[in-house]
Nanobody
Framework: QVQLVESGGGLVQAGGSLRLSCAASESIFSINAMGWYRQAPGKRRELVAAITTDGGSTNYADSVKGRFTISRDNAENTAYLQMNSLKPEDTAVYYC??????????????WGQGTMVTVSS
């Protein structure tokens, strides 16, 4: 029933690292490019990283370029986001989804609960 499950968030000091994981259903993961999105308090959700279906190409928002790395393991239907050199402005709830995102599937909401990342100074 659950299509996307994010994990790996937590509290970290500025300059630290975290690796987020996204366990996806095969029906979503196998045929879609995947992306990581984030939503900070008072701001709209934004796409921060994306990766093609075969993992051959990636794209990053300027704000995270050079610090974040997206990857995927197609055998395990899992996407990852390695976050290094974290800054307080990276604080947000992080979500995974297809790129472009899927909102519903068979009357079920696809967006998961996300995983919270808090970066302290």
């Amino acid at each position: 029933q659950v299509q996307l499950v994010e994990s790996g968030g937590g509290l970290v000091q500025a300059g630290g690292s975290l690796r987020l994981s996204c366990a996806a259903s095969e029906s979503i993961f196998s045929i879609n490019a995947m992306g990581w999105y984030r939503q900070a308090p008072g701001k709209r959700r934004e796409l921060v990283a994306a990766i093609t279906t075969d993992g051959g190409s990636t794209n990053y928002a300027d704000s995270v370029k050079g610090r974040f790395t997206i990857s995927r393991d197609n055998a395990e239907n899992t996407a990852y986001l390695q976050m290094n050199s974290l800054k307080p402005e990276d604080t947000a709830v992080y979500y995974c989804n297809a790129d472009p995102p899927i909102t519903t599937m068979r009357d079920l909401e696809v967006w998961g609960q996300g995983t919270m990342v808090t970066v302290s100074s």
